[in-house]
């Protein structure tokens, strides 16, 4: 008998949504051989040692990715889905409202990833992936009621 095990991980990273109006923030994976390559996803991160909370963490992902400092974050609570490569993983989403940037939202890493605004609609029909689908089911109930 062979007995499929996987890795159940506390809160390992986190998911950040800018949110503009009605517009969120995707990012498509263009480096060729990356994981979930073409795939349209919500921004996110992993934890380092430096982060004391996982607030820490969504605003350090923030400034080091979108060159823009976060004031206010808010949790919309964890995430547990399948990776492909890590098993079962947990990730903290944030919502971050553009309102509660400062600077100017960009792509520090154009060569791995390119940045798309969309509506809620649109992000229904782009998001692929296991995760970024249970992101954005939370990210509707929280917008949308």
């Given at each position: 008998?062979?007995?499929?095990?996987?890795?159940?991980?506390?809160?390992?990273?986190?998911?950040?949504?800018?949110?503009?109006?009605?517009?969120?923030?995707l990012t498509r994976r263009i480096k060729e051989g990356a994981a979930f390559f073409n795939e349209y996803l919500f921004p996110g991160g992993r934890l380092e040692e430096s982060d004391s909370t996982t607030y820490d963490c969504t605003k350090r992902e923030i400034e080091e990715e979108r060159g823009c400092t976060a004031k206010v974050c808010s949790s919309l609570g964890v995430v547990a889905y399948r990776h492909p490569a890590a098993g079962v993983i947990s990730l903290e989403v944030?919502?971050?409202?553009?309102?509660?940037?400062?600077?100017?939202?960009?792509?520090?890493?154009?060569?791995?990833?390119?940045?798309?605004?969309?509506?809620?609609?649109?992000a229904d029909m782009l998001c692929k992936v296991e995760g970024a689908k249970i992101v954005l089911n939370l990210v509707k109930q929280r917008l949308l009621g």
């Open positions: 008998m062979n007995e499929r095990k996987e890795k159940l991980l506390n809160v390992s990273g986190i998911i950040y949504v800018l949110v503009d109006g009605e517009r969120l923030l944030f919502l971050v409202e553009k309102d509660n940037i400062i600077g100017e939202v960009g792509n520090k890493e154009p060569e791995k990833e390119e940045l798309v605004w969309v509506s809620v609609c649109e």
